[in-house]
């Protein structure tokens, strides 16, 4: 049994997106990010993690990167930042994003770099073993290649930035990563959301934490994270025009459409490690 709490991120007060850039042609490119990927890690959540499990001056790293909460929020409260972003239109996208949203002093406290999370350790070299928190939302997708019926939005940076999916062997080098690249009593913070894909719940959380904890991460708190607003005693959940598309008399035997209100962030602490690997800054392989 671990900690459980909540936090509310609704995220009702999220920035506007930035006008899109022109190409060469005069066309217009888009600067949108789809609902899905804002929701990844908004900007509530991020300010939620990086204050609670950081102090001014601490290095956050971010895999997985969809936006430019993660780096925005830590610029904001005096920390510095470090996003994975190894897709260039989206690394054009947020930057364009942090350059409307920050100063001139904010933006010298992050940085992205072309990496993917699962060589984080390599894109972070000259960070290992002192970044305090890594923040970090896989996406769902449990086996490489694009499952089929998983729709994208044309015109999402982030969705363009799929052309891989997240494999059983992706995710464990990104976790091996985050061991090395974080020091002692250093935090990761892994944001998940269960699907209902051939019928079934799939729920990744679980699976995380035990490849976590087989690394020898510690799992310390488990946190709620509601998407929604809360208006009194009832959730405030507002239907989008794909959710209305799903809607079915109150009468109908089929099941009814469902909603994500809330997601899962899974915090893990890295105790101090063994003197016999200390040196080396390697995962035990062992749970504690």
């Known amino acids: 049994m671990v900690p459980l709490t909540v ?41 939620h993690l990086i204050s609670t499990c950081t102090r001014e001056g601490d290095l956050v790293a ?23 972003v190894p897709h260039f239109p989206l690394a054009q996208h947020i930057g364009t994003r942090l350059r409307a949203t920050l100063d001139q002093q904010q933006l010298t406290r992050v940085q992205m770099r072309p990496a993917r999370p699962d060589q984080m ?32 939005e044309r015109g999402c940076a982030a969705c363009r930035a799929e052309l891989w999916m997240l494999s059983s062997q992706q995710l464990g080098l990104f976790l091996a990563a985050a061991w090395r690249v974080l020091r002692p009593g250093g935090v990761l913070a892994v944001t998940t959301t269960a699907h209902h894909h051939a019928g079934r719940l799939v729920d990744p959380a679980p699976r995380i934490i035990r490849h976590a904890q087989s690394l020898g991460f510690r799992y310390a708190q ?67």
């Open 7 to 47: 936090w509310l991120c609704s995220d009702t007060t999220a920035a506007k997106p930035a006008t899109p850039a022109k190409k060469r042609d005069n066309r217009p490119e888009s600067a949108g990010i789809c609902v899905q990927h804002r929701q990844a890690v908004g900007r509530q959540l991020a300010q």
């Open 62 to 84: 971010e895999g997985f990167t969809t936006s430019d909460a993660v780096l925005v929020a830590a610029a904001q409260l005096d920390r510095r930042a470090i996003a994975l």
């Open 121 to 152: 350790a390599r894109g972070l070299a000259d960070n290992l073993g002192d970044v305090a928190l890594v923040i970090a939302a896989p996406p769902w997708h449990e086996v490489g290649g694009r499952p089929r019926g998983h729709r994208t």
């Open 222 to 288: 488990h946190v709620i994270a509601l998407r929604v607003p809360v208006e009194g005693d009832a959730l405030v959940v507002q239907a989008g025009p794909t959710d209305l598309a799903h809607l079915r008399d109150t009468r109908s035997s089929a099941l009814p459409p469902t909603v994500g209100v809330h997601a899962t962030v899974s915090l893990f602490t890295k105790p101090p490690a063994p003197a016999s690997s200390a040196a080396d800054g390697s995962p035990s392989g062992r749970v504690r």
